[in-house]
């Protein structure tokens, strides 16, 4: 197989080197239990204390306000559930259409409930052709009875940003708790969370060069919480469980590179997307960008290639070692268009030719040059057998630009 192009880093990044090094220890010689009284484990837990300031520091909170868990699903699912169980007399949840299948399934499951017996009712709130959240239809969608809003900093499919600080001060006016899945967003987009209205916030190792396996959940001080891993006395009784302390250790110096590469996210990382989608454009006719271009994560392209298939593309990138997405990982396999796409409104035909690009720190122009050579011969051949029976013709269409 030839050298790997990865083009999927909003699936999963590659575990940093540093990031590796500082956890090797704790598969070896510091194997105690963090929660144990003896000196061994107790200078375990010291490890466990400085990657909670390490991700703290990146996140811009206080360091007790940063509970660790498995995985961003885990920290989703208990930032939501514990509104709805610190809130039974409020019943009703609000998302965007848009979000990931860890926000919408769960949600979806909730209105279902058990044998039939919803736990709550939802609203899904919008977004327009150019995949931006529908403040207004947010604002118009709030009442009485709304326990907590759930929307995410960054789509994982688009990159666009949604208003987070519009959003959670419309929620702190009216008293309903703020969560954000910034899954995306943490480690590529500047912030400091001390200064928002947001109180709560779930993101996820594996997204920034850390192990799979390992999340956070920020708890702003002062929200009431209710954990949904009952067990022992760990994360300050909000999480029961032995500590992970080989992934936490991860997590934490995986935050701490974050921290450091934030400029070159946003400049190497973003000249390298803007090179890549500027003659992906120019080279492949009838493509378009969906989603806000000057409002997105800069590591995030989505373009669609009308009148062919996107699976097929992939399977032939695949043949030259470069792996990018048609979409969410968590929902590959569905033969149905990307649910982002078709709530912006994209087309049929354009949905189904959807490739996203997602790039990393560690991706260089060269490899950038050898998409460009490759995937333009490509989607003339797809075309030229294509069920839609179009060749393309020389348009090119931005959305939102």
């Known amino acids: 197989m030839p050298d790997v192009i990865y083009l999927d880093n909003n699936a999963t990044t590659a575990v940093a080197p540093e990031v590796r090094e500082a956890m090797l220890p704790f598969l070896t010689d510091l194997y105690g239990n963090p929660s144990s009284i003896h000196t061994?484990?107790?200078?375990?837990?010291k490890h466990v204390d400085r990657a909670r300031e390490q991700v703290a520091d990146l996140l811009g909170c206080h360091p007790t306000e940063v509970i660790f868990t498995s995985c961003g699903t885990e920290s989703d699912?208990?930032?939501i559930t514990s509104?709805?169980?610190c809130w039974p007399e409020r019943r009703h949840v609000i998302t965007s259409r848009v979000e990931h299948p860890a926000v919408l399934n769960l949600c979806q499951a909730?209105?279902?409930g058990a044998h039939g017996r919803p736990v709550c009712r939802v609203t899904q709130v919008p977004v327009n052709a150019a995949g931006e959240f529908d403040l207004p239809a947010f604002g118009d969608a709030l009442d009485d009875d709304t326990a907590v809003v759930s929307v995410m900093w960054a789509n994982n499919e688009t990159?666009?940003?949604?208003p987070v600080e519009d959003v959670g001060a419309l929620c702190r006016d009216r008293g309903i708790v703020f969560h954000t899945d910034a899954i995306q967003a943490v480690g590529k987009v500047p912030m400091n969370v001390a200064d928002l209205p947001i109180d709560m916030l779930s993101l996820s190792g594996h997204k920034l060069h850390a192990p799979k396996g390992v999340g956070a959940l920020y708890v702003q001080r002062g929200t009431r919480f209710s954990p949904m891993m009952i067990g022992g006395h760990q994360e300050q009784n909000r999480r029961g469980g032995t500590e992970s302390v080989p992934l936490i250790v991860a997590l934490g110096k995986a935050a701490e590179l974050a921290k450091a590469n934030l400029e070159k996210e946003n400049t190497q990382v973003r000249a390298l997307r803007d090179r890549l989608e500027r003659k992906l454009l120019a080279a492949a006719p009838d493509a378009r960008v969906n989603g806000r271009t000057d409002l997105r994560l800069?590591?995030?392209?989505?373009i669609s290639f009308e009148y062919v298939e996107g699976e097929a593309i992939l399977l032939m990138l695949d043949q030259y070692g470069i792996c990018a997405s048609s979409g969410s990982a968590c929902t590959t396999g569905s033969l149905e268009p990307s649910h982002v796409l078709r709530a912006m409104g994209v087309p049929f035909t354009a949905a189904h030719g959807s490739i996203r690009f997602s790039l990393s720190v560690y991706n260089t122009q060269k490899e950038m040059d050898r998409v460009v050579e490759v995937l333009p011969p490509i989607i003339r051949r797809l075309r030229e057998i294509s069920p839609f029976g179009r060749e393309g013709s020389p348009a090119v269409e931005t959305i939102g630009s």
């Open 159 to 162: 990159g666009v940003l949604f």
């Open 83 to 85: 509104a709805l169980a």
């Open 110 to 112: 909730l209105a279902t």
């Open 298 to 302: 800069p590591n995030t392209t989505n």
């Open 40 to 45: 061994f484990g107790g200078q375990v837990m």
């Open 77 to 79: 699912s208990t930032a």
